[in-house]
Nanobody
Framework: QVQLVESGGGLVQPGGSLRLSCVVS????????MAWYRQAPGKERELVAR???????IYGDFVKGRFTISRSDAENTVYLQMNSLNSEDTAVYYC?????????WGQGTQVTVSS
């Protein structure tokens, strides 16, 4: 069983930054494949960023260099640094881990970009 707990969401002005954190609980082991997804009201859940081990990183097309995914196995945490936020980034952000053929999800953290 993998438990994921997100934090770091909140209200930010356009152009601002936030760093989301996802603490992973599974015998102190982070799944090799970790990701952040988001879901805005009335829209489907979409991939924001995925990291495989400490190497390959994949980002959604809308990221355009503004976000960075990273991980710290020592801290059992995956991060999403988000810069240059705009109103279209408003959504619930979910942490995702893939392990043993199963997907695990956190409860989500709300990010609202508004002046």
């Amino acid at each position: 069983q993998v438990q994921l707990v997100e934090s770091g969401g909140g209200l930010v002005q356009p152009g601002g930054s936030l760093r989301l954190s996802c603490v992973v609980s599974r015998n102190n082991i982070i799944p090799d494949i970790m990701a952040w997804y988001r879901q805005a009201p009335g829209k489907e859940r979409e991939l924001v960023a995925r990291i495989i081990g400490y190497g390959k990183k994949i980002y959604g097309d809308f990221v355009k260099g503004r976000f960075t995914i990273s991980r710290s196995d020592a801290e059992n945490t995956v991060y999403l640094q988000m810069n240059s936020l705009n109103s279209e980034d408003t959504a619930v952000y979910y942490c995702n881990g893939f392990l043993g053929g199963s997907n695990y999800w956190g409860q989500g953290t709300q990010v609202t970009v508004s002046s």
